[in-house]
């Protein structure tokens, strides 16, 4: 069964603080990427990795960065955390090689509050 | 103009009815059209998938593309109170050597008892 698990269901964090958001894939996918969702806004890609150590920016990457150290791996990070990034985050991966159908693979999201 | 545009609802119906959901969109170089669903305090899943215009079919539900109009739709045939979801269009458009998901927003669907 495919697996996408994130280290936090909900997180609390006070502005400034530096966070780390977790993510970890079962299923030997190149892809990994990471959302965040907001009401009324959608699903936004933040930042997404094709390969170790490779990383792309998405739409919305200011005020994040990412580490893929290890393929079933990909963290997110927030420098300096602000109340404006309070949201859902959402991990995802899949299949390099797919071409155009590029099914991703969800993890159950993190709730960020930020104080 | 947004790359894709959904009316985020939120959307009622009662348990049998039959449901469309669509999106438009700008952007000729979406190839593969997804749709994803997202129960409450959960991660989406994939849904259907469709590539070229026409309709496909499984089971209660048929996605139906219309490239010359930027039009995609998802109709749920005797809908069920476990399809009560959130929807999420999505389209798969080349970045550089990889490709990545643009999503709508999502419409809120509730089929009531």
């Known amino acids: 069964d495919v697996k996408v698990t994130q280290s936090s269901r909900y997180l609390v964090k006070r502005t400034g603080e530096k966070v780390f958001l977790e993510c970890v894939q079962d299923?030997?996918?190149?892809?990994m990427f990471w959302y965040r969702q907001d009401p009324g806004l959608g699903l936004r890609l933040i930042y997404f990795s094709y390969d170790v150590k490779m990383k792309e920016k998405g739409d919305i990457p200011e005020g994040y960065s990412v580490s893929r150290e290890k393929k079933e791996r990909f963290s997110l990070i927030l420098e300096s955390a602000s109340t404006n990034q309070t949201s859902m985050y959402l991990c995802?991966?899949?299949?390099?090689?797919?071409?155009?159908?590029?099914?991703?693979?969800f993890g159950p999201g993190t709730r960020l509050t930020v104080l | 103009q947004k790359e894709v545009e959904q009316d985020p609802g939120p959307l009622s119906v009662p348990e049998g009815a039959i449901v469309s959901l669509n999106c438009t969109y700008s952007n000729s170089a979406f190839q593969y059209f997804m749709w994803y669903r997202q129960y409450s305090r959960k991660g989406p899943e994939l849904l259907m998938y469709?590539?070229?215009?026409g309709n496909k079919e499984d089971g209660r539900f048929t996605a139906q593309v219309d490239k010359s109009s930027k039009y995609i739709s998802l109709f749920i045939r005797d809908s069920q109170p476990s399809d009560s979801a959130t929807y999420l269009c999505a389209m798969s458009v080349r970045q550089g050597s990889n490709y990545k998901l643009t999503f709508g927003k999502g419409t809120l669907l509730t089929v009531n008892p």
């Open positions: 469709t590539y070229s215009s």
């Open positions: 299923m030997d996918h190149e892809n």
């Open positions: 995802a991966s899949g299949l390099a090689g797919a071409g155009a159908y590029n099914e991703q693979f």
